[in-house]
């Protein structure tokens, strides 16, 4: 097995087990769904609350236009006109000269003209943090107005209906339930990403079919099938076998007598590959007169099982087949199901 032909990139994408893992991590999307619903509501709607309170007064003004010749259609000007109007130099110089006081950039920012439903009647609206500035830019904006419009050749009078006596707070615009969907769309899609990409990214060796594919070496199952004595028995002989792997030596022992448990034969010295540059570590692969079984783990990446795997190939000591430990077999199970393999065999009779 040489180091080049191990290319986990060049695996397409399983999508059944994407699936099943990305379903596994249903919880974690969950609990991201709702913090980023949480922490997106939380944010708005204290950034809401630390705003600057606004005080808005509003007036109405009644425009008089002239009839379209020839018909009795009036000529008026619409809602967007009137807002773009209102902060036009014009209309703002005419407010100031009716108080020359204010700050013709306050003015422009607190001030708009627009209309609410009837195209007749303009409303006056001025919103700063100052109750009684509102009042003093909303009774020079009157005066302003009503001098702008009755200069316009479209309007032929102007006269005031309903005046501000006060300025009254601006409502808080929360619109909690809109931060909470938002943050809940933020948080469901930042999630699905991240498990995405970790699945996708994630090289481990989930099912022991991987071994055959990934490695081209005889796959014997899992550790934990309840048939693995036959499989070894099938791939490594009756005379017994060297379990080989880069697990540390505790871990080993522990497969080592789960083996034994499961009634085959392994040997009880073991090949720790785990440091291919160990003195004296090739003349004992050398000296290996039984046949290898190479243990892979579920639980780690197989970087290091691929370099060994590599060092035993240059020895010509292949291993006879693969073992896959620390297997999630609820997961082999529910991916085996509806499908006819061997390892589907070996799950159904878990």
């Known amino acids: 097995m040489k180091l080049w032909e191990m290319r986990y990139g060049y695996e397409p994408v399983n999508g059944r087990m994407f699936l099943l893992r990305f379903l596994g991590k249903i919880r974690f999307i969950i609990i991201s769904v709702l913090l980023g619903a949480i922490i997106v509501c939380a944010w708005h709607v204290l950034y809401r609350l630390s705003s600057e309170k606004q005080y808005m007064a509003e007036s109405d003004v009644y425009l008089e236009y002239i009839p379209e010749a020839g018909s009795n259609e009036l000529i008026y000007f619409n809602k967007y006109t009137w807002e773009q109007m209102s902060k036009d130099s014009a209309v703002i110089d005419e407010i100031i000269k009716a108080d020359p006081s204010l700050d013709p950039s306050l003015v422009r920012e607190s001030f708009t003209a627009t209309l609410k439903s009837d195209v007749k009647v303009l409303t006056l609206q001025v919103a700063t943090s100052d109750p009684d500035m509102s009042m003093r830019i909303m009774d020079a904006a009157i005066t302003g107005i009503s001098e702008y419009a009755a200069s316009l050749p479209e309007i032929l009078s102007v006269r005031v209906i309903g005046q501000a006596q006060s300025a009254e707070p601006v409502p808080l615009d929360i619109r909690a339930f809109r931060a909470v969907v938002l943050g809940a769309i933020i948080g ?97 692969v050398k000296a290996s007169s039984k046949p290898i079984v190479y243990v892979f783990s579920s639980l780690v990446s197989p970087q290091a099982d691929e370099r060994a795997l590599s060092f035993l190939s240059k020895y010509e000591k292949e291993p006879m087949c693969g073992l896959l430990a620390d297997s999630d077999d609820a997961l082999i199970k529910c991916y085996y199901i509806g499908k006819r393999s061997r390892f589907a065999d070996m799950a159904d009779k878990k």
Not at 190 to 208: G, Q
Not at 220 to 231: D, F, H, M, R, V
Not at 270 to 276: A, Y
């Open 188 to 284: 469901l899609f930042i999630s699905c990403l991240t498990v995405s990409v970790m699945i996708l990214s994630d090289d481990r060796i989930i099912l022991p079919e991987t071994i055959e594919k990934r490695y081209h070496l005889p796959a014997a199952g899992t550790l934990s099938a309840p048939n693995i004595n036959e499989t070894l028995s099938d791939l490594a002989g009756d005379d017994g076998f060297i379990v080989a792997s880069t697990l540390s030596d505790t871990a080993v022992t522990k497969v080592i007598e789960q083996l034994k448990k499961s009634g085959t034969n392994p040997q009880s010295k073991q090949l720790n590959l785990s440091d291919t540059e160990k003195p004296g570590l090739a003349e004992e």
